[in-house]
């Protein structure tokens, strides 16, 4: 464990070392919620805010200067990587992120490219550089990326999906083109996390956001050994969180394929969960987003009862189990990260 590490709580939880009170930060802490952020989002498209490196880093420092986080999360998105590999892109107001022309067959699979980050994602690796000095070292910067699954879905479906047919379609009938998807995409994220992490993040979370819809046999099958080897080749002195919602039964396999540290959405209790994959790893989460638009009681309650869970162990970073919503009040956050720290101060 270097110097940085064990001056925040955060990295120290990851590595299930005991610190002062329990770490948090939040998926999506910079986001609309923010009347700071949506007013540069009426100056700035979402993709200008991401290509734009002294913007990014700026909306990445927004939720920092805020409040008592421990953790910085780089503004960027899951989508980016796709762009260089050569899937058109685009942000829709109301629909989210929509694929012009999604990918069915191995024709397209062929043509996807191999990126190279440092040129192809400058303005990622340009927007750590600036983050990380305007943190002074204050706390650390966590990197990201999606998960093969999650990425092959976006590619395949053309957008979110309700039911996944067309990938699980493919992941069914046509495996050698699966394969062949889920291979490139595990070089590419092993290239794209590695060059953050050279940038300078000191932590890294892998988003598998949408991989609780498939089975645990067809987790085993279709996803685990791209998971693992994308853990595998990652730069491993600093930290990685592996997280993905509706998990519960495939927690087990999910620790199995790596990670430091097992994300969890609030459809698990984390007590449970955590006896579940061992105290062997540590756990992030896991209040539902939905509580912070309620009553501050309900947020106390709620904190309260989620801490109990993690009983006092070492290795427990506080989060919401999925991001913050869009109608979230500021003080409620404001709140959440207070209470989190003076609840669980030992
Ligand atoms: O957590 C953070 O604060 C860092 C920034 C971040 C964003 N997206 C910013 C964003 C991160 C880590 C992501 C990851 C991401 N992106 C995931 C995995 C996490 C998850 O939510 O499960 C996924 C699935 C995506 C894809 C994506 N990007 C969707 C589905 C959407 C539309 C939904 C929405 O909230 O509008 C986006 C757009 C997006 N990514 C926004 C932000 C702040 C909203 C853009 C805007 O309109 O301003």
């Known amino acids: 464990m270097n110097e940085t590490?064990?001056?925040?709580?955060?990295?120290?939880?990851?590595?299930?070392?005991?610190?002062?009170?329990?770490?948090?930060?939040l998926m999506r802490q910079a986001g609309r919620y923010m009347k700071e952020y949506r007013a540069l989002r009426k100056r700035f498209s979402f993709l200008e805010m991401c290509k734009n490196p002294e913007l990014a880093?700026?909306?990445?420092?927004?939720?920092?200067?805020?409040?008592?986080?421990?953790?910085?999360i780089l503004f960027s998105d899951i989508l980016l990587p796709l762009e260089p590999m050569g899937v058109e892109l685009e942000f829709k107001r109301e629909e989210g992120p929509v694929i012009r022309h999604p990918i069915r067959a191995m024709k397209g699979v062929d043509r996807l490219r191999i990126i190279e980050p440092e040129e192809?994602?400058?303005?990622v690796m340009e927007a750590i550089r600036i983050t990380r000095k305007e943190l002074e070292g204050k706390i650390p910067l966590i990197g990201?990326?999606?998960?093969?699954?999650?990425l092959a879905s976006y590619i395949i479906e053309?957008?979110?999906s309700k039911n996944y047919v067309l990938t699980k379609s493919m992941m069914y009938q046509d495996r050698s083109i699966w394969d062949r998807l889920m291979e490139k995409l595990s070089e590419v994220l092993i290239r794209y996390l590695n060059a953050q992490i050279r940038s300078g993040v000191q932590a890294i979370q892998l988003f598998d956001s949408w991989v609780g819809c498939l089975s645990p046999s067809d987790y085993k099958k279709y996803v685990y050994p791209y998971s693992k080897r994308v853990m595998e080749g990652v730069d491993r002195s600093v930290p990685l969180i592996h997280f993905a919602t509706s998990c519960a039964t495939l927690l087990e396999d999910m620790k199995r394929a790596g990670g430091d540290v097992i994300g969890v959405d609030w459809r698990?209790?984390?007590?449970?969960a955590w006896a579940r994959i061992g105290y062997d790893v540590a756990i992030q989460g896991n209040l539902d987003p939905v509580v912070l638009l309620g009553h501050r009681d309900l947020i106390d309650k709620e904190v309260?009862?989620?801490l109990g869970q993690a009983g006092g162990r070492p290795g427990h970073i506080f989060n919401l189990g999925h991001g913050v919503l869009p109608n979230t009040p500021v003080d409620h956050v404001t709140a959440l990260v207070e209470m989190v720290h003076q609840h669980s101060s030992k």
């Open 144 to 150: 990201f990326s999606g998960a093969p699954f999650t």
């Open 5 to 25: 590490e064990k001056q925040s709580p955060f990295l120290m939880a990851c590595r299930r070392k005991p610190t002062p009170y329990t770490p948090i930060w």
């Open 304 to 306: 309260r009862r989620i």
């Open 158 to 160: 053309g957008g979110h």
């Open 120 to 123: 192809d994602l400058s303005f």
């Open 268 to 272: 698990v209790n984390l007590g449970e």
């Open 57 to 72: 880093a700026r909306v990445t420092l927004l939720p920092v200067k805020k409040f008592e986080v421990d953790a910085a």
